[in-house]
């Protein structure tokens, strides 16, 4: 089973900062990741997709990097929305789904 | 616009089995090389994918939950499935159906139903 480790669990940031969340596989999941934003009793929202490409109506300051086993998802610029917990999911073993931990932006 | 919908009971007693229903709106079930699948969150914890049905009727589940969980589809009610067996208070979360895309991801959700076990 592959295994996925976001880091940091909480990242507190001021509104206008950069945020930058990692995901790490345990082993090469060449493309398959995914990036999802979640907000208390919502329903996560898919922001990314193959690692770069940014799902229908989501903003350029989301932005997404890397390959194999290290994935970066990057938010240039934190509006107050922004912040929410961010999950990675990997499909390299469709149609086995497997997510991270999540990691946290919170409000410095 | 596709829409999910979760429905079933919000509680449930230990060692019985929770069972849960996904009803799709606006679009077909049945339409072609779809998958549909279930995940959870446990209060203050991160999303846990249980598993999926194709338009087939194949399933795969996370070896975590195999030997007690079915998911199954009803193309006639478009309608999909979850029935997880002998469940404990661990089992308490929000249940989340979803349509998992091979090249995009997730991006149809329902709003997701909170089921507490206990007795």
């Known amino acids: ?108 | 616009q596709l829409q999910l919908q979760e429905s079933g009971p919000g509680l449930v007693k230990p060692s019985e089995t929770l069972s849960l229903t996904c009803t799709v709106s606006g679009g077909s079930i049945s339409s072609s090389n779809y998958y549909w699948g279930w995940i959870r969150q446990p209060p203050g914890k991160g999303l846990e994918y249980i598993g999926s049905v194709y338009y087939s009727g194949s399933t795969w589940y996370n070896p975590s939950f195999k030997s007690r969980v079915t998911i199954s589809i009803d193309t006639s009610k478009n309608q999909f499935s979850l029935n997880l067996r002998s469940v404990t208070a661990a089992d308490t979360a929000v249940y989340y159906c979803a349509r998992p895309e091979y090249a995009y991801g997730m991006d149809d959700w329902g709003h997701g139903t909170t089921v507490t076990v206990s007795s």
């Open chain 1, 1 to 108: 089973e592959i295994v996925l480790t976001q880091s940091p669990a909480t990242l507190s940031l001021s509104p206008g900062e950069r945020a930058t969340l990692s995901c790490r596989a345990s082993q090469s999941i060449r493309n398959s990741l995914a990036w999802y934003q979640q907000k208390p009793g919502q329903a996560p929202r898919l922001l990314i997709y193959d690692v770069s490409n940014r799902a229908t109506g989501i903003p350029a300051r989301f932005s997404g990097s890397g390959s194999g086993t290290d994935f970066t998802l990057t938010i240039i610029s934190l509006e107050p929305e922004d912040f929410a917990v961010y999950y990675c999911q990997q499909r390299s073993n469709w149609p086995q789904l497997t997510f991270g931990g999540g990691t946290k932006v919170e409000i410095k």
